[in-house]
């Protein structure tokens, strides 16, 4: 059972990200506010639900919540300043775009770079704890499975509309066998070692 809030005085906005570990595209993060008495019974850690739930309660959070708001950085990006780093430009980039300012802001994972003076919490697994942080990775997730779909329409043979650019076996193969692209992820280790050796 998720908690509806951290605590009962100030407007709050759960923030979460998606793809910090993916080889291609881009990393995103979604900001949102919801309103105190807001509930769902599907509503859960995006990881946690099936493509057809989170796709189900996305239109539910954007019309409930009080603000929403989705940001990205690109590979380019990630590449120069190192996906850490993107993913907190990516969480800032998105509570800039609130229409509603918040007071405290819960932060899904151990770290976080400050928001200007706006106070905040990490909570390590939040987005299984809270319901703003639950809500925030479900638009993150949600918003970043469809431009890696929109992806794959230029690049099919990587699968990115099946493995969103995660490390599967069948992305990395696909990298073996057609090299990278400009949408991959140049600091990150495409190929292991164990995937250049030719099993009998």
Known sequence: MLLPYFQDKYVEAGCDEAGRGCLAGPVFAAAVILPRNFSHPLLNDSKQLKEEHRLA????IEKEALAFAVASIDNVEIDKINILKASFKAMHEALAQL???PELILVDGNRFYPYGTIPHECVVKGDGKYASIAAASI???TYRDAYMEQLHEAHPQYGWNINKGYPTRLHRDAIRAHGDTPLH???FRLLPDQLELDFE
């Open 185 to 187: 992820r140049k600091s």
């Open 57 to 60: 309660l996305r239109p539910v």
């Open 139 to 141: 638009l993150a997730k």
């Open 99 to 101: 229409l509603i300012q």
